[in-house]
């Protein structure tokens, strides 16, 4: 399997302030998803992170509020702007590729709390 | 789109007993099935995943079954431990697009009695 770390592991932000997650993997991976998990729930697709171009978002996700970058194949941030309480949740990057079976892998989290 | 549902949010079990954790999905054009366990506090643990070929795939102490005809997998717990406590979730993708990101269901929080 991928090993997938993320900073920070957990944060807590002030409202109206952003912040960036660094997901780091340790082998090169064809695909990279950012996940949200907002507390007691399911987990959420947010954008696919192309490397290269622009990230793919999903249906009510923005690029304006949830900026991806992807400079290489083991590294991509995530971006989570403009804060309010509503977006205390785990943010998860995860990853994608055919050597490993195309299985998909979860980095531990990064949880944020918007006071 | 793919909508996947779990039918139970809470199941309780005996320690030693088995454990049968179900999950459906609409989109038949999904092909590649996961389970992951999470832990309180923790990311999601792959488990064991399935693809659209086969009904049924063995890991250690876990099955996972596969009903391509009412959409439906199961995720079944053999002699269940107490480190098995967690929730489940499953997740469905069709993975000939190569793009696609995973559509979760709601979970399943697994509690083992001793």
């Known amino acids: 399997s991928a090993v997938i770390s993320q900073k920070p592991s957990r944060d807590i932000c002030q409202r109206g302030t952003s912040l960036t997650i660094q997901c780091q993997v340790d082998?090169?991976?064809?695909?990279m998803f950012w996940y949200r998990q907002q507390p007691g729930q399911s987990l959420t697709l947010i954008a696919t992170?192309?490397?290269?171009?622009?990230?793919?978002?999903e249906s009510g996700f923005v690029i304006d509020k949830f900026p991806i970058s992807r400079p290489n194949l083991t590294f991509s941030t995530l971006t989570v702007s403009n804060m309010s309480p509503e977006d205390s949740s785990i943010y998860l990057c995860?990853?994608?590729?055919?050597?490993?079976?195309?299985?998909?892998?979860f980095g531990e989290g990064s949880w944020l709390t918007v006071v | 789109g793919e909508s996947v549902g779990l039918h139970l949010p809470t199941l309780s079990v005996q320690e030693g007993d088995n454990s049968i954790i179900n999950c459906a999905y609409s989109?038949?054009?999904?092909?590649?099935f996961i389970w992951y366990k999470q832990e309180s506090g923790k990311g999601p643990q792959f488990i064991i995943d399935?693809?659209?070929?086969?009904d049924k795939r063995q890991g250690q102490r876990v099955t996972v079954l596969l009903n391509k005809t009412v959409k439906h997998l199961s995720l079944q717990i053999a002699a269940t431990q107490p480190g098995d406590s967690a929730v489940y979730f499953c997740?469905?993708?069709?993975?000939?697009?190569?793009?696609?990101?995973?559509?979760f269901g709601k979970g399943t929080h697994l509690i083992i009695q001793p």
């Open positions: 995860s990853v994608r590729t055919p050597e490993l079976g195309n299985t998909i892998y």
């Open positions: 082998s090169q991976v064809t695909m």
């Open positions: 992170a192309n490397q290269g171009s622009e990230a793919t978002y």
């Open positions: 989109n038949s054009a999904s092909d590649y």
């Open positions: 399935i693809r659209s070929n086969m």
């Open positions: 997740a469905a993708t069709y993975s000939g697009g190569g793009a696609d990101g995973l559509t």
